[in-house]
């Protein structure tokens, strides 16, 4: 079966379809063509003059022609499209919308009367199904939480509330005033799609474009709302209306659109005009409201937006103090790098008069390019943050740095006698040995001010100096085959195959053909291979590892992998390999495959390679018996290993436990 194209299934392009076949793209053209034509018929029809008696009623059928347009435009998004929940709650918002307004037209036949309670109440559980389509939305929009995005879009959330506070409510408006209410729950949720549209980048796409708009055009038709029941000149069919229903219906319109993923954005420059302005505006509102009345809800708005503006500036300062710092250091090893390195001498030289003596020491690694082919990248990375480490505690007080590649460097104060000692430390930090290979590392210093003056002088003489040992150092060649070989490594292959004839016995109690069994045979006899370029310390350590030397140990099945990969009599073992350390429950590494997701041979070594450690002495724990171990992987079945395999183990075990007792000439007491 042929598998689609990612770009026939993504969000996106699943919008387009729907929006563009069968009924809804019938749909979408009418909504399209009437909705705004109703529209304009309403506001014709609020300047001429709120009509009345038929005419009256033709335009009370408008208005609630349009909710229901709205509402069938998100119920066939909810029904064919993606986001089916958010779309759904849109249609019930509406519908409660479109049922208030016509309980309001038939309980109310004065048309300057405000909202009946019955209208009032399903008005509210509209705006109740409109938050939560809102946030269901917005959820699907943000694809990443940016917390500098969000505070910017709080921030003009803030000052535009509080700029339609000033405008649009009237002076001492409470929330028992008629009309009142619902205009702060229109904010509400115009403060918070502009927090989106702020997490976005301000970059909203068409759908929350018009959604954004559709709010804030309710939010001017409810302030007018308020603003004529106050001086008592409201009248349904007024300038109100058409502002109030064109959020209906930008919300229809929205429904047929695709809703695009947020892109990731860059932190730049671009971000700070838009805080820096909103701040602009608090800080001018709060004047205003000094000097005069600016009403309360605009004074606590403008002083909320005044405060997230100094938090936002807070936090560019410390954004920028972090690029900065990240500028001039190494992301893998954490040292400083070549820009910092170059800081620092600059600050150390500036000065002829008072230059204090310190030497400078380049150190290139010997014998890592094999490594790295042999082990792979992971590997070689490994390898280059343990040589950091050590090498920033051997200079210290002085400080190393990563020049890149496998090339270091370190600053130490004190002239060459003093710094006799700390490079004699350093330059066996950077030895590291193991099965197979050597890492050594040659070296050139140079002392200033005696040798070099300013920052390029001593780089160029250090390197020089470098190449030159690189070039006459009597070093034993690392192997130029990567050979699988134990001769260094004991304890890694002692006594290995012990694993590889149960592993044959399981495979074989779980049906596999006799290729599939001696495969699995022999992944497990060298399912630790990849330990070779674990050192040595961390393989025989007595206690606990910390969390750096279990990364270490945990990258020895993808070094593994990699090493059964070169050799292709082994290759495909490799996956076996890769896989034996995979939990049934998705905990496990590197990959974290769960269930069926994981090899059934590499299923098969886990067991038998966790039933294996169990039963023989290690350093941070003593030997346990066969029936307790096999308790243990009972106990573990579903959630580390496979139940399957874990019951095949037992039967495979208690037969080996039987024939070795016969051969004893005793009977062996029988696997619990």
Known sequence: MSVAPASETDPVTEDLRVSRSGAVRRFAGAYRLIVPIGLVLLVLNAVVGPASGAAGVGFDVLFLAILGAAAVATGLRARE???????????????????????????????????????????????????????????????????????????????????VAVWLLPDGADGAQ?????????????????????????????????ITLGIALNVVGDAIMVQLLDAGEWQRGGLADPFIVSGAALLGLAALLPLRPAERLAVGPRRLPIPLGCGGVALVLLVIAALGDLGLAATLLAAAALTVTLVRMTVALELLERTRSEARTDPLTKLGNRRRLLDDLEVRLADPTAIQPFTLALFDLDGFKAYNDRFGHLGGDALLERLAGRLADAVQPGRAFRMGGDEFCAVIDGDKEAAHAV?????????????????????????????????????????????????????????????????????????????????????????????DIRRIARAAELRDIGKIAVPEEILHKPGTLDDDELRIVRQHTVIGERILRVAPALSDLAPLVRASHEWFDGDGYPDGLRGEEIPLGGRIVAVCDAYHAMVHRAAHHEARSPLDALRELRAGAGTQFDPRVVAAFGVALRERMNVEAALAGRTARPAE
């Open 423 to 515: 490079l004699t430390r350093a330059r066996a930090a950077l030895i590291e040995r193991g099965d197979g290979f050597l890492i050594t590392a040659s070296c050139g210093t140079v002392s200033s001010p005696e040798e070099a003056r300013t920052p390029t002088m001593a780089l160029q003489l250090a390197d020089t100096r470098m190449y030159a040992d690189k070039e006459t150092a009597d070093r034993a060649p690392a192997p130029a085959v990567p050979g699988v070989t134990f001769r260094r490594r004991p304890a890694v292959a002692d006594p290995l195959r012990d694993v590889g004839p149960i592993a044959a016995d399981v495979a074989r109690r779980l049906g596999l053909e006799d290729d």
């Open 81 to 163: 499209g993606p986001s089916p929940v958010a779309w759904g709650l849109a249609t019930v918002g509406l519908t409660l919308w479109a049922a208030a307004e016509f309980v309001y037209r038939v309980a109310e036949t004065d048309p300057t009367a405000y909202y009946p309670a019955a209208t009032q109440l399903l008005l509210a559980g509209a705006f109740a199904f409109a938050y939560g389509t809102l946030v269901l939305l917005a959820r699907e929009r943000i694809q990443r939480f940016d917390p500098v995005l969000a505070l910017d879009g709080a921030l003009a959330g803030l000052t535009a509330a509080a700029v």
């Open 178 to 210: 008629p009309g009142v209410a619902p205009l702060l729950a229109a904010l509400g949720g115009l403060w918070f799609v502009i927090c989106v549209l702020g997490l976005t980048g301000w970059r909203p796409g068409w759908a929350w474009g018009f």
